[in-house]
């Protein structure tokens, strides 16, 4: 290898990294507006800031409430939900599957354990499948950009999906399915980096009587405020420029309108379209006010949240590929229900 080609090869890895920051995206967007319609830039911004201020409230508690929840080590209660009866057990873990402070990759240690100590696949798939849905900061977020009603019907779809799923894998493995369903060398695997696996311990609620805790408090809130703030500012941006120059009817055209079909559209389209439970609302917004039903946001951003690589891979790292394809069934059957319900509630 060259010496120029040893030089560029980190230059190539910063270029790569500013490239993935919100950050970078967020100060590219105006600027390529301000260079190619000028006239739109005010309308974009505006759109932007208003939005994103309407959201700081539902930030600043969102923050809070996540940094207290991990300094208090709440998600340790989790593993409560996987003793006893397996229809208690898949109940408790669609619930709580909605409430864990976890990020994707300590879902995998804390999975591998409970099957290492013999939880059902049933209950597993309840968690799997409610946890990447909501948890209390998104449910802020979400009430923030579309709505009470909207966050609400998003909470309780999450749990319905987790009990749907946990309850089908567990009369699949009565039929004979899913007999084996772990790959080797997954169970007992550790942390990916996340911190230690939540499935030992006990919640310290009082968490200010300890200096590790204060400590992993006053961490949470830079780490969880800088990455809210990046990416809510960013997807605000993005719904301005949405709103500003995607026509109305394109969107009305393919997910608007009642019935099934628009549903359907959204629930296939949010399968690869990979946004994070904090940008997806914003755009949603954005994409509702361009003519986009109700149903087909809620079933979008319900395949969309089921389908995001870190929920896939914290399920593809430790089970077969027939769990796997039928999680991302359980998925995609679950988004068109739940917008199909929640277009005729609303």
């Given amino acids: 290898m060259s010496e120029t080609t040893r030089q560029a090869l980190p ?40 939005a994103f201020a309407g959201t700081i409230p539902f930030i600043v508690f969102a923050v809070l409430l996540i940094a207290f929840l991990k300094a208090a080590g709440a998600e340790t209660l989790v593993a ?21 402070p976890f990020c994707s990759c300590e879902v995998i240690p804390f999975i591998a354990g409970l099957l290492a100590l013999g939880a059902p696949l049933s209950a597993v798939m309840a968690f799997w499948l409610s946890s990447p849905l909501i948890d209390p900061p998104t449910l802020l977020i979400t ?90 500012a960013l997807a605000y941006m993005l719904e301005g420029v949405l709103v500003t120059y995607v026509p109305a009817v394109v969107i009305a055209r393919l997910v608007g309108g009642t019935g099934i079909v628009p549903i359907a559209v959204a629930a296939v389209v949010g399968i690869p379209a990979y946004l994070n439970s904090y940008i997806a609302p914003p755009l949603l917004a954005g994409l509702m006010e361009q003519g986009m039903s109700a149903g087909a946001a809620m079933s979008f951003m319900v395949a969309g949240a089921v389908s995001s690589l870190p929920a896939m891979a914290a399920v593809w790292s430790l089970v077969k590929r027939g769990v796997f394809f039928a999680y991302l069934g359980f998925g995609i059957v679950g988004a068109v229900l739940s917008g199909l319900l929640f277009q005729l509630v609303v």
């Fill in 143 to 232: 009430a923030s950009a579309l709505g009470w009603p909207f966050a609400v019907g998003k909470a309780i779809s999450a749990i319905a999906l987790g009990l749907l799923g946990g309850y089908a894998t567990s009369y699949a493995m009565k039929m004979g399915l899913f007999r084996d369903p772990l790959k080797k060398n997954t169970v007992g695997c550790s942390s990916c980096g996340c911190g230690p696996s939540p499935f030992s311990g006990r919640p310290v609620w009082a968490f200010w009587k300890e200096e590790k805790r204060i400590v992993l408090f006053r961490s949470e809130v830079m780490t969880n405020g800088t990455f809210l703030v990046q990416w809510l």
């Fill in 11 to 50: 230059l190539q890895r910063v270029l790569l990294l500013l490239l993935q920051s919100p950050l970078t995206i967020l100060v590219f967007v105006p600027v390529v507006i301000a260079l190619l319609d000028p006239d739109n830039l005010v309308s974009v911004l505006g759109i932007a800031v208003r």
């Fill in 80 to 100: 409560q939900a996987f003793k006893g009866k397996e229809t208690r057990m898949i109940f408790l873990a669609a619930l709580f599957g909605g409430l864990a």
